[in-house]
């Protein structure tokens, strides 16, 4: 079975790679599931790899190579849900800018701001009362941290830092009672 492209939209796809996201280099919908996103990146491995068009002049051969190491930079990133909300996150800042481009380090990046973020808070007085609950942990006064973390969730409800450590200092304070 040849899997080897038309030299012409080889060069076609080569010209206009830098102006297409990952999705449109894929030829998947921004919300397609993880399967699809495979089963497009492995058609586009086969089709444009550069073993799979070895008998093309060099200079296609090339193109190819680029191409490819594109394909797979752009599968690298969908793939993983981390990387592909970070991914998703900065193409919606670019107001849909087409010529998005995402390193997998910069997503990493990214999601660990968030995650940062979402512990500290969002709100003025969510980081406020955050310090405050950290000052208690660090002398030890888990019942004034569970407390002042109470306080920040009523200014961010929905932050699932707070709830996290809220339920492990409840979880320290019940092992404690049980000593």
Do not use: W
């Not at 093309?56 to 849900?81: F, M, N, Q």
Request: aromatic share 6%.
């Amino acid at each position: 079975m040849s899997t080897a492209i038309d030299p012409l939209e080889i060069e076609a796809l080569a010209r206009i790679m830098d102006e297409l996201d990952y999705y449109q280099l894929l030829n998947v919908a921004p919300q397609a599931n993880s399967a699809d996103i495979r089963k497009a990146y492995h058609s586009s491995c086969r089709s444009f790899h550069p073993d799979a068009n070895r008998t093309l002049p060099d200079d296609l051969r090339e193109h190819c190579g680029r191409i490819s190491k594109r394909i797979t930079e752009a599968y690298c990133v969908l793939r993983d849900t981390r990387r592909r909300k970070a991914y998703d996150a900065k193409r919606g800042e670019n107001d849909g800018a087409s010529t998005l481009r995402i390193q997998i380090a910069e997503a990493r990046n990214a999601h660990v701001e968030a995650r940062k973020s979402e512990c500290r808070g969002a709100t003025t007085q969510g980081r406020q009362f955050h310090a405050k609950a950290e000052s208690d942990m660090k002398a030890g006064n888990f019942s004034g941290a569970i407390q002042n973390l109470q306080m920040a969730l009523t200014f961010e409800p929905a932050n699932d830092g707070f709830k996290r450590v809220v339920a492990e200092l409840k979880g320290r304070q019940k092992a404690g009672n049980r000593d």
